[in-house]
């Protein structure tokens, strides 16, 4: 990799300036919490919110603990939690970040190292954790975020659908077979598949870039040169921008992961390609009309195998924090093997957060009712491969995400030239020749420090 270590902080520096540009710093401890108040930003997704809906049993388990949650959007919180870890303004004890973040903030300084207190926590086993994200949070092998769950990619398929048009999948579907399907099955009552266009480089870059890592695409080559108006990234994103356009949602331009998971779950879509985590909505009777009725298949390929990102939320603590100690109890609480059995007890074994603790896969309950993508959402996270992550070789890691400090800023920037593609506001070539100036700027910055 030909990034020199020297030059990291300066450029985490520039990140988060333009992260703090748009959403104002938070003040120096302003708004800190006092006394045994734990303060937790988390993101609104599902699995966060069971975690609410059960921590009035912490708790009553630790009286000398209040928590106070801060629930966001996925692109808010990436923006408020940077900011206030950042600036170290004391703002939050817990923050949910991800293996983005993680190895960066540690090296900057930015996370207290949990592996002493994971070790001195009885039965919490940090040794559980899947492999492959253990090692995505981990900076000079300690841990600086211990996951909540982790995830890959694959799709989701409507089984009575397909057999009733007498279409089948490859064991490895293809992107032209996904298109080919969506096609034939898209209704004036039924769109053929979901994909992303939200902007934001956690929303449409996530899928669209498993895309073009397979597609033989990538953002730079090895010598820091932008490659985003080169022929196999124009393909790729075409590719995707014109599928989603013809047989895609209803306003696909503002469609994240959960618009995405509501057309799923409600029956309006015929496919999917998103998280591995999505079926803790699409499997629970609470809220899907399409229980039992989905197929899951591995990320669709063109030329790379395993084409399926990598990615955990997972919780740290602040270096600013002044209650290092009270937030681990509720981390340790929330992440280990005893909360994957009160969720499944308590709320259904279909909403335990996967793809986190191996031992989540030996619970009886859990296999029987993750039959249909529990191996294979194991299997697509152990295959997952962050440091080769493209046909031909780049100078940075990461499937979904380029693991620099730019890319908070730079992927956002290319999102909103991407999203602009898909409302049809643009065409492609002249949203990536926008996002190739945007990348030529980051790339010579890596080229300078070599």
């Known amino acids: 990799m030909k990034r020199t270590r020297k030059a990291l902080p300066r450029l985490a520096a520039c990140a988060v300036a333009s992260t703090l540009v748009l959403t104002g710093c938070a003040g120096a401890g302003s708004l800190g919490s006092s006394g045994d108040t734990i303060t937790i930003a988390m993101v609104s997704n599902s699995q966060m919110t069971d975690a609410r809906e ?54 900057n300084g930015w996370l207290v190292n949990l592996t002493p207190y994971a070790q001195a926590t009885p039965g919490y086993d940090e040794n559980d954790f899947i492999g492959s994200l253990r090692e995505s949070l981990s900076y000079e092998d300690n841990m600086y975020a211990v ?16 057999e009733q048009a007498g279409i089948t999948l490859s064991p490895k579907p293809t992107w032209q077979e996904v298109a080919d399907a969506a096609r034939r099955l898209d209704s004036p009552d039924m769109a053929g598949i979901c994909l992303r266009g939200k902007p934001g480089w956690g929303e449409v870059l996530a899928p669209l870039d498993t895309v073009i890592n397979t597609f033989g695409g990538r953002w730079f080559d090895e010598d820091w040169n932008a490659q985003l108006t080169s022929p196999e990234t124009v393909a790729a994103v075409k590719f995707y921008v014109d599928l989603v356009r013809e047989v895609g949602e209803p306003g696909p331009a503002t469609s994240g992961f959960s ?12 496919m999917w390609y998103d998280a591995t985590s999505a079926v803790s909505v699409l499997e629970d009777p609470a809220s899907s009309a399409v ?37 681990w109890k509720f981390i340790s ?25 191996l031992s989540t896969y030996e619970i009886p309950e859990y296999a029987e009712a993750a039959k249909a993508f529990g191996p294979l959402t194991l299997e697509s996270i152990e295959n997952a491969d962050p440091l080769h992550p493209t046909v031909d070789p780049v100078p940075y890691t990461g499937v979904q995400f380029l693991a620099i400090p730019e890319f908070q800023d730079l992927g956002t920037r290319v999102s909103q030239q991407i999203s602009a593609a898909i409302a049809g506001q643009k065409s492609v070539e002249d949203a990536l020749e926008q996002a190739q100036e945007y990348a030529e700027v980051v790339g010579k910055t890596y080229q300078e420090n070599s």
């Open 54 to 107: 059960l921590a009035s049993q912490f708790e009553e388990e630790n009286p000398g603990i209040e928590l106070k949650f801060v629930t966001l959007s996925e692109n808010q919180a990436r923006a408020k939690i940077t900011a206030s870890t950042a600036m170290g303004g004391g703002e939050f004890d817990v923050v949910m970040i991800s293996n983005y973040e993680t190895p960066q903030w540690a090296e």
């Open 147 to 162: 996951p909540f769950y982790g995830e890959s990619s694959f799709l989701m398929y409507r089984k009575d659908l397909f």
């Open 259 to 270: 618009e995405c998971a509501t057309q799923l779950s409600q029956g309006r879509v015929a």
């Open 291 to 327: 229980v039992g009725k989905i197929g899951y298949a591995p990320a669709p390929i063109v030329e790379k195998d395993n084409a399926g990102w990598l990615y955990t939320w997972a919780l740290g603590i602040p270096e600013s924090s002044d209650k290092p100690d009270a937030a």
């Open 333 to 357: 609480w929330m992440t280990d093997k005893q909360y994957m059995k009160l969720v499944g007890e308590t709320l259904g074994w279909e909403r335990v957060p996967p793809g986190s603790r």
